[in-house]
């Protein structure tokens, strides 16, 4: 019978005379920084680069949230800006923790981020304000029954197969979290998959940013009272460039997750 310990080693070997845990586990989260840091590199800093760019464009609109009396604001920019806010610094986090080798804990925080940024443009689109309204009230809400049911279009086979995924990595199964912790003794692969999980939800996030919390309004007043030199329109055009980037090296399933969060929902309500 295979059990997980059986599938890689335990480098946090359990020795009644050995370091103490958090020492342990630490030195092997320097060396894996160091690994991360040769092989992922570059993929980590395009990551990094997006989120900083996700972060300064929103900064450009966000004092609009105070002075919503100025400019006409998406009816749902609450959740909008909630999700935005809240999966910035889940995104952060979890690269944090991706870039040591804790790749199973990462992956639990990203089950939030797909589902807060499902919920957040439903709610945008929506004519029907039952669900933004259970969200302010802290109700309980149902992704498959509340969400991806009421899509018609674009098909939502990818979102429920993604969703999936994540519901394994995030529940007590066999899946969830991490046995071995050092690069060395687990697959590549786990690392790779984490940065690819990463790529497509920082994209969808853009989205999410771009066309459902900056409206027209938004952009006429911080034009009106901004700075002489717009900086938008030159982080707009780097963030395109990064994403282009990120998009052109991504297998046919992220693809299709982005393509159909940047498509035009139809809804049945």
Same mark, same amino acid.
């Given at each position: 019978m295979?059990?997980?310990?059986?599938?890689?080693?335990?480098? $946090?070997?359990?020795?009644?005379?050995?370091?103490? !845990?958090?020492?342990?586990?630490?030195?092997?989260?320097?060396?894996? !920084?160091?690994? %991360?840091?040769?092989?992922?590199?570059?993929? +980590? %800093? %395009?990551?990094?680069?997006?989120? &900083? #760019?996700?972060y300064?464009?929103?900064?450009?609109?966000?004092?609009?949230? &105070?002075?919503?009396?100025?400019?006409? $604001? &998406?009816? @749902?920019?609450?959740?909008?800006? *909630?999700?935005?806010?809240? &999966?910035?610094?889940?995104?952060?986090?979890?690269?944090?923790? #991706?870039?040591?080798?804790?790749?199973?804990p990462?992956?639990?925080?990203?089950?939030?981020?797909?589902? @807060?940024?499902?919920? @957040?443009k439903?709610?945008?689109?929506?004519?029907?304000?039952?669900?933004?309204?259970?969200?302010?009230?802290?109700?309980?809400?149902?992704? *498959?029954?509340?969400?991806?049911?009421? +899509?018609i279009?674009?098909?939502t086979?990818a !979102?429920?197969?993604f969703?999936?995924? %994540?519901?394994?990595y995030?529940?007590?199964?066999?899946?969830?979290?991490q046995?071995?912790?050092? +690069?060395?003794?687990f =697959?590549?692969?786990?690392?790779?998959?984490?940065?690819?999980f990463?790529? #497509? $939800?920082?994209?969808?996030?853009?989205?999410?940013?771009?066309?459902?919390?900056?409206?027209?309004?938004?952009?006429?007043?911080?034009k009106?009272?901004?700075?002489?030199?717009? =900086?938008?329109?030159a982080m707009k055009k780097?963030m395109?460039?990064?994403?282009?980037?990120?998009r052109?090296?991504?297998?046919k399933? =992220?693809?299709?997750?982005i393509?159909?969060?940047r @498509?035009?929902?139809k809804?049945?309500?």
């Open positions: 295979n059990t997980e310990s059986d599938e890689y080693n335990l480098d $946090l070997d359990y020795r009644r005379d050995g370091n103490i !845990f958090t020492s342990l586990i630490e030195q092997i989260e320097v060396e894996n !920084f160091i690994f %991360m840091e040769a092989n992922h590199g570059i993929e +980590i %800093m %395009m990551i990094q680069e997006v989120l &900083n #760019t996700l300064a464009i929103a900064s450009e609109y966000a004092w609009l949230l &105070n002075d919503h009396e100025i400019a006409d $604001l &998406n009816k @749902a920019n609450k959740i909008v800006f *909630s999700a935005l806010h809240k &999966n910035l610094i889940a995104l952060h986090t979890s690269l944090k923790l #991706t870039k040591i080798g804790l790749y199973g990462a992956r639990s925080i990203l089950r939030h981020v797909y589902e @807060a940024l499902l919920i @957040a439903f709610c945008s689109v929506s004519h029907n304000t039952d669900l933004y309204e259970k969200w302010k009230n802290g109700k309980e809400i149902y992704l *498959s029954k509340n969400v991806l049911k009421k +899509i279009h674009p098909d086979e !979102f429920k197969e969703w999936s995924w %994540m519901s394994e995030s529940h007590a199964l066999i899946y969830a979290q046995v071995a912790v050092n +690069i060395k003794n =697959p590549l692969h786990e690392i790779s998959l984490n940065l690819v990463l790529r #497509t $939800l920082i994209d969808c996030q853009y989205h999410l940013l771009s066309r459902h919390f900056i409206t027209s309004s938004m952009q006429y007043y911080t009106y009272y901004g700075k002489e030199t717009d =900086p938008v329109p780097k395109n460039e990064l994403l282009k980037k990120s052109a090296t991504l297998i399933e =992220p693809k299709e997750i393509k159909n969060y @498509a035009t929902w809804l049945s309500e």
